[in-house]
């Protein structure tokens, strides 16, 4: 499956944005979709993560109840709705499937094998 992220931009501190994946080829619902991003200079960290049905979701602890991550499979779309951003918010932002597994998907990158290019989210204070 080959993944594109879109829809980073630049706003201000408690602004909102909604990135979005797309997928292509088959058998998108055979994955489980993360979000991870990654600041200048340090490490990529994961974000959020989807199952492929949708039923689980995961959230990094700094991102709870400012973030959504949801799915349209009848589309081959995974969204990122993000709200009250901050500066530390500032980051790439990549989306990455791996195989649909049990429970809810893993938080590292390492696990993920379809990687899509990233979207640069700024925000500013």
């Known amino acids: 499956v080959q993944l594109q992220a879109s829809g980073g931009g630049s706003v201000q501190a408690g602004g909102s944005l909604r990135l979005s994946c797309a997928a292509s080829?088959?058998?998108?619902?055979?994955?489980?979709v993360g979000w991870f991003r990654q600041a200048p200079g340090k490490e990529r960290e994961f974000v959020a993560a989807?199952?492929?049905?949708?039923?689980?979701?995961n959230y990094a602890d700094s991102v709870k109840g400012r973030f959504t991550i949801s799915r349209d499979n009848s589309h081959n779309m995974v969204h990122l709705q993000m709200n009250s951003l901050k500066p530390e918010d500032t980051a790439v932002y990549y989306c990455?499937?791996?195989?649909?597994?049990?429970?809810?998907?893993?938080?590292?990158?390492?696990?993920?094998?379809?990687w899509g290019k990233g979207t640069l989210v700024t925000v500013s204070s």
């Open positions: 989807i199952t492929w049905n949708g039923g689980l979701t």
């Open positions: 080829g088959r058998s998108f619902t055979s994955y489980d």
């Open positions: 990455a499937s791996l195989r649909r597994g049990v429970g809810v998907p893993p938080e590292s990158p390492g696990n993920y094998g379809y």
